[in-house]
């Protein structure tokens, strides 16, 4: 039965349901060890680093398979760092990036996305604070003016975070560029 349905999926939803590969499971946890250790070597920049840009660089690239390089980023960064109420939010941050970069076309312009998506980069950052605090007003106990309190009290580096991100984000598109050429075969080592 599953093989007379299999002649009803399109091609391309075909390889997007298939079983990861050992290549794929390599691939994917470098490339979230990458962000872990690209988090690790800029930590001496308070809230400057190049995670939303390679959270939307490998949604860009491998769509919802993008989320597994994530969250092997968000695992490793709770087993060196420790799972503690500060890493809770990590769960579903980097997803919410992920979530809006899947949701832009496929086929956006080249001129579009090269300001596009520095946009949204920044826009997560500029929001990070905001999307981090429900979970420690629950966490913590804190009402809904305390709450709005510590997100005040957190604009600053969430300001600092954006613009870094906006920057950052014009890595975006020569960086899912050259994944697309690996991917494709076009580049050998």
């Known amino acids: 039965m599953a093989n007379i349905m299999n002649l009803f999926t399109p091609r391309s939803r075909k390889k997007e349901n298939r079983p990861l590969t050992t290549a794929e499971i390599t691939k994917f946890t470098m490339l979230g060890t990458l962000m872990f250790c690209s988090k690790i070597i800029m ?33 490793l960064n709770g087993l ?4 503690s109420p500060w890493w809770v939010p990590y769960l579903y941050i980097w997803t919410i990036l992920w979530g809006i970069t899947m949701l832009l076309p496929p086929k956006i312009p080249v001129k579009v996305a090269a300001i596009v998506y520095p946009i949204i980069c920044a826009l997560h950052g500029f929001l990070f604070g905001t999307m981090y605090a429900p979970t420690q007003a629950i966490m913590f106990g804190l ?46 080592s």
């Open 143 to 188: 009402n809904f003016q305390q709450m709005i309190a510590w997100i005040i009290s957190g604009l600053p580096w969430d300001m600092l975070q954006g613009v870094g991100n906006f920057f950052a984000g014009f890595l975006i598109l020569p960086l899912v560029k050259l994944l697309r050429r690996f991917e494709n075969g076009t580049i050998h």
């Open 43 to 75: 930590e001496w920049i308070p809230n400057i680093h190049l995670l939303g840009m390679l959270t939307m660089v490998y949604t860009l690239t491998y769509r919802k398979k993008g989320l597994i390089p994530i969250y092997v980023y968000v695992m």
């Open 80 to 83: 060196f760092a420790g799972f």
